[in-house]
Nanobody, 121 residues
Framework: QVQLVESGGGLVQLGGSLRLSCAAP????????MGWYRQAPGKQRELVAA???????NYADSVKGRFTISRDNAKNTVYLQMNSLKPEDTAVYSC???????????????WGQGTQLTVSS
């Protein structure tokens, strides 16, 4: 079972910055899109940002201009740089990857375990 490993969550003050990382195993055959989702208490999970295999990013309107998604294909890692954080950014952030584990295998969606971000005012 493929597990994406996230790191970088924590507690930050209003206006602060934080960077999340998500790494897929080195044994992965190929990675298509990767993205970050978040779920706040009492709310549905929402897409925050995604990036294609070619590096094209896509952002939720609520984070445009504040968050930047990037990826390092050599490390099978995707990053989410979060600046100008607001209390409404508080949520559990989960990484998602569209991966193929072997040349003949299916392309499937995999998730990380989630990491908590809390922005205090």
């Amino acid at each position: 079972q493929v597990q994406l490993v996230e790191s970088g969550g924590g507690l930050v003050q209003l206006g602060g910055s934080l960077r999340l990382s998500c790494a897929a195993p080195g044994s992965i055959f190929s990675i298509n899109a990767m993205g970050w989702y978040r779920q706040a208490p009492g709310k549905q999970r929402e897409l925050v940002a995604a990036i294609t295999s070619g590096g094209k990013p896509n952002y939720a309107d609520s984070v445009k201009g504040r968050f930047t998604i990037s990826r390092d294909n050599a490390k099978n890692t995707v990053y989410l740089q979060m600046n100008s954080l607001k209390p409404e950014d508080t949520a559990v952030y989960s990484c998602n990857g569209i991966l193929k584990t072997s040349p003949g295998g299916q392309t499937r969606s995999y998730w990380g375990q989630g990491t908590q971000l809390t922005v205090s005012s």
